[in-house]
């Protein structure tokens, strides 16, 4: 069992990570402001979770950039004997378009918020981290799949906040040798629980095509757009690694092991399935699951897109003995399980 500080824990990836750990037996501090989630998410957790996880998970409300909410995380965190085990960061903002329109926004929640808490972790002497990096970083790749040895060459002001917070973590694992951290890039982080308790539930329009394709599918939205249809692909249609946000949970369970056992000082590792799908397959995929017509037109290309961004994933296999279980037919009944049973998404607070 170990204490843990979750950044971000009420978030899509982070409340899937929670359930995981806390189904493993670990102790949870979640430190999180909700500026992207609710609070229900972790509530729901905590009943999937079962008899005795109430206890094992303390939620604070707080900002990873203000010192005091992280000191009483720290302390929260502590128990008479020892000081937090290990911290998985989540917390951050994650939308392209929207760090292109505010870039010092990004730059202040992702990296600065990021510095204030590894800081923290210092002063409580706190030197195992795992943190959500992103495939963002390899921009437009020049070998698919994509090895942790691609360059990293962002391609938004987003993508340079997690080159930037990479580069960090690297200089603080250099620095001294009791650091063990994790930069976990994920790819395409979709699906949801099986019960369809928790799961993705974006602000407004979604920017992402699955949580697209689910709102299309539950009648909130009247159809897909699909960008472009001329990709040197094999239908033209924009080819992803899509990853079950479950599978991803158990890959952080995987990492944090990893380091907890004396590993690696320092770990840069892609989580993907090495599998891709376009864009068309999971529309049809989808309408499989649902048994509805997923109604879609083909327009021009999104700006910044690459044709097809599909994972190494054999690096992650190798060191942390962890790969995706899951397939494109059950994210697709998960995702549609979680979006059906809550059709607005977790419950709104007046
Ligand atoms: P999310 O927005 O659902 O979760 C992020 C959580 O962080 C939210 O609960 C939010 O309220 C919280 N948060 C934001 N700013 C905060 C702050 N200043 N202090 C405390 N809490 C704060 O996003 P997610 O999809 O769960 O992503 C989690 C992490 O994974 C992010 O760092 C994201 O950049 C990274 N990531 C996500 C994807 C993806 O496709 N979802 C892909 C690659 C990397
Ligand atoms: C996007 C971000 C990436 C970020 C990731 C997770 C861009 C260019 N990339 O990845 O930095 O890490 O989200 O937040 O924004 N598509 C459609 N119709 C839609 C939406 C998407 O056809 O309505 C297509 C896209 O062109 C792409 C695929 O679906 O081919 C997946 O898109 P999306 O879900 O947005 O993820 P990425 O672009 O891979």
Partial sequence: MARLLITGGAGFIGSHTCLVLLEAGHELVVLDNYANSSPEALRRVVELAGPGAE??????????????????????????EAELDAVIHFAGLKAVGESVAQPL????????????????????????????????????????????????????????TKAAVEQ???????????WRIASLRYFNPVGAHPSGRIGEDPNGVPNNLFPFISQVAVGRREQV?????????????????YIHVMDLAEGHLAALKALLSGGDQLLQLNLGSGQGHSVLEVIAAFAQA??????????ARRPGDAATTVADATAAAKTLGWRTQRDLASICRDGWCWQSNNPQGYPKLS
Avoid: K
């Fill in 105 to 160: 926004r990004y730059w202040d929640v992702n990296v600065s918020g990021s510095q204030h808490l590894l800081a923290a972790m210092a002063a409580h002497g706190c030197r195992t981290l795992v943190f959500s990096s992103s495939a963002t970083l390899y921009g437009y790749p020049e070998t698919v799949p994509i090895p942790e040895s691609a360059p990293i060459q962002p391609i938004n002001p987003y993508g340079y």
């Fill in 55 to 80: 206890g094992r998970l303390q939620v604070i409300e707080g900002d990873i950039r203000r010192s005091a909410d992280l000191e009483r995380a720290f302390a929260e965190g502590a128990s008479t």
């Fill in 225 to 241: 757009q699909v960008f472009g249809g001329d990709w040197p692909t094999r239908d033209g249609s924009g080819v992803r690694d």
């Fill in 290 to 299: 649902c048994g509805r017509t997923i109604p879609y037109e083909v327009v």
């Fill in 168 to 178: 960090m973590l690297r200089d603080v694992a250099a620095s001294e040798p009791g």
